[in-house]
């Protein structure tokens, strides 16, 4: 754990660092962000890893997680509040993630890094799929856990249950990014509510939903798009634990 000063965001952020099996400078790895790094203890993050690479499931990756500050407005859309006004700092956080944590990363543990994606859980999820779509050429992929999709630009409707979420309307009306692969992961009690009372909760609908537009897109199921649903998952880190092995290893398989 170390603490980075961040001037965008106007506080101290930790940083917990998962370095892989003999870690050599001067070499390349993937890396993974991981937004809600304050929750990676609870989720037994250190023990998935020493596990996977026991069993050489995965490639020797850097996993960098960020302890969230005020995650009701540091996560969300960089490109707009929703309809509460939440998110109003969320440019600043994609600034600090962007231009400091990456270059601190780089110059920190002096090594190139071959990919990188970014994955996060509930809201930091939101947040880690809108900076990885609007950052192509930086990540290559995200993982969102129970994500936070419903995150709307207006106040909900019945007459119109599906529509205004943020992050469907921006993909929807953006180009396809080429070779970026995206994991979804919803447990089947994410939630209670279904607005369109067509059987499905709203977390699960939401999912589905987004990952209709990215194959209108071109994007290919499961080569770059994954959906794990967990039977009697919820909205809770030990879900996303049960989650965590199987999208590491999707997202850096072995060699």
């Not at 050429?137 to 419903?150: I, T």
């Not at 909900?156 to 993909?171: A, K, Q």
């Not at 070779?179 to 999912?207: A, H, K, L, P, V």
Request: aromatic content about 12%; charged content about 25%.
């Amino acid at each position: 754990m170390y603490i980075l000063p961040s001037a965008s965001l106007k506080r101290q952020v930790q940083v917990e660092l998962y370095l892989p099996p003999d870690f050599r400078k001067e070499s390349s790895y993937p890396l993974l962000i991981v937004n809600d790094g304050q929750d990676m203890v609870r989720l037994g993050m250190r023990k998935i890893l020493e596990y996977l690479y026991a069993q050489q499931m995965i490639q020797p990756v850097i996993i960098a997680a960020v302890h969230a500050g005020d995650r009701l407005h540091e996560y969300g859309t960089a490109a707009e509040l929703d309809y509460l006004k939440r998110g109003n700092k969320a440019g600043q956080y994609v600034e600090f993630v962007i231009q400091n944590l990456l270059e601190d990363l780089h110059s920190r543990l002096e090594v190139e890094f071959s990919i990188k994606a970014i994955a996060g859980f509930s809201l930091g999820g939101l947040s880690a799929l809108d900076i990885a779509w609007n950052y192509p050429h930086l990540f290559k992929g995200c993982g969102v856990f129970s994500g936070s999709l419903w995150w709307r630009k207006k106040r909900f409707n019945p007459l119109f249950p599906d529509s205004y979420r943020i992050i469907h309307d921006i993909i929807e009306n953006g180009h396809r990014r080429p070779g970026m692969r995206f994991w979804f992961q919803c447990g089947t009690e994410d939630e209670t509510e279904d607005r369109n009372n067509n059987g499905i909760i709203d977390s699960i609908d939401d999912t589905l939903d987004l990952i209709k537009i990215l194959k209108a897109k071109g994007y290919t199921y499961p080569g770059d798009i994954y959906y794990h649903e967990i039977l009697g998952g919820r909205h809770d880190v030990y879900t996303w634990s049960l989650s965590m092995p199987a999208f590491l290893k999707w997202m850096f398989p072995s060699r």
